[in-house]
């Protein structure tokens, strides 16, 4: 059965219940095209884009070529400015997008001191506005990302304050909510509570998407078992593999699960991307493409040296000599 996520005007159905999550400086359209070749059904987001920023002229790179994505998208935006959040989503959906994602979990200090990501747990009068004026000035769903509270004294109070938080975002108009099971506090650091996640999905009637330490297919299944949740996204495991979504995807759709490739297929991989990034921003995509390769090309004898030498690689064509060399010694 297809999740359904009710905007005020339009409806939005999803076939898969695993989702890319928005990655800053990662998800660009380049990797979002190679998680689709083994998820081709599965929501993907831009990396967030600051409302604020757009109006300027900036970030619209981030927003560019929407109309051309062979699968949902979602646009993520952050701000603490709800009129420029209602302006920046009216753009994205004439852009193209699938639904508007607000992001209410980015834990960046420079970001969440000036009250946008994160910031708006500490101002839920203020995140609820900028929901009711996003809902407001677009037809397409408008959603939350968002973390189960700013502190751990938040959370002593039990999972009660995460539950009253999505509560309010529900209450003010948003029509789906990622979870990621954390608080700001933590970052990134300790686990996931799922458990948390469970409890906030059963007080609400929107779709929930449980988000945290989800990096497998069996980890996919269980987190769906605690939380009940009606979806999982996927983030840090999917760095350097584009293919665990559609994995985690065949795995909730009693499928078989396609292989991990191979490491000369990721060599492969890592080439295609490097050629890509090229493409389309230059000699600047080598630097992009530096911390991608870092991840992809693993698995192989020597593969950590032959690293450090791909990451000291001046021009694209040094890096591009590299991985084809290596290529030929792993055949
Ligand atoms: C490099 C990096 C960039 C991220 N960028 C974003 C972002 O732009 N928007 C967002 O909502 N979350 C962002 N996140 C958070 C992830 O989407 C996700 O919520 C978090 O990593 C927890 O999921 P995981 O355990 O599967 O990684 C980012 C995380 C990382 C590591």
Redesign the pocket.
């Known amino acids: 059965m297809p999740l359904k996520i009710q905007g005020r005007l339009l409806e939005r159905q999803l076939r898969c219940r695993a989702l890319q999550?928005?990655?800053?400086?990662?998800s660009d359209r380049i990797f979002r095209n190679l998680v689709r070749r083994w998820a081709p059904d599965a929501l993907l987001f831009t990396?967030?884009v600051n409302a604020t920023s757009l109006e300027l002229g900036h970030g619209r790179l981030k927003m560019d070529g929407l109309q051309e994505e062979t699968g949902p998208i979602g646009v993520?935006l952050f701000d603490h400015h709800p009129d420029a959040m209602a302006d920046a989503a009216r753009r994205a959906a004439d852009a193209g997008a699938f639904l508007i994602d607000i992001?209410m979990?980015?834990p960046v200090r420079k970001i969440a001191r000036k009250g946008g990501g994160s910031g708006l747990i500490r101002d839920p009068d203020l995140a609820c506005r900028i929901v009711e004026k996003v809902e407001a000035a677009v037809g397409l769903p408008v959603t939350v990302?968002t973390r189960l509270g700013w502190c751990s004294e938040h959370n002593a109070i039990g999972v009660e304050a995460a539950v009253n938080w999505c509560r309010r975002l529900e209450d003010a108009g948003a029509r789906m909510l990622t979870l990621?099971g954390r608080t700001r506090e933590q970052r990134?650091s300790g686990t996931?509570d799922w458990n948390a996640i469970a409890a906030v999905k059963a007080a609400l009637r929107i779709p929930v998407i449980a988000?945290?330490?989800?990096n497998s297919p069996e980890e996919a299944l269980r987190c769906l078992r605690i939380t009940g949740a009606d979806g999982v996204m996927?983030?840090?495991?999917s760095m350097g593999a584009p293919w665990l979504v559609g994995q985690i995807d065949a795995a909730l759709s009693g499928l078989p699960i396609p292989t991990t490739p191979a490491p000369l297929d990721r060599l492969v991989l890592a080439k295609e991307q490097l050629l890509a990034l090229i493409e389309a921003r230059g000699d600047h995509g080598l630097l992009i493409a530096r911390k991608h390769m870092s991840w992809t090309c693993t698995g192989f004898p020597g593969a950590s040296q032959f690293r450090q030498q791909l990451m000291r690689a001046p021009t694209p064509a040094a890096a591009l000599d590299l991985l084809d060399q290596q290529m030929q010694r792993i055949q």
Not at 21 to 26: E, K, M, N, R
Not at 211 to 214: F, K, L, P, Q
Not at 234 to 237: A, D, E, L
């Open positions: 999550s928005p990655l800053a400086g990662v990396e967030m993520q992001n979990g980015c990302k990621h990134f996931a988000n945290g330490d989800v996927v983030g840090r495991g």
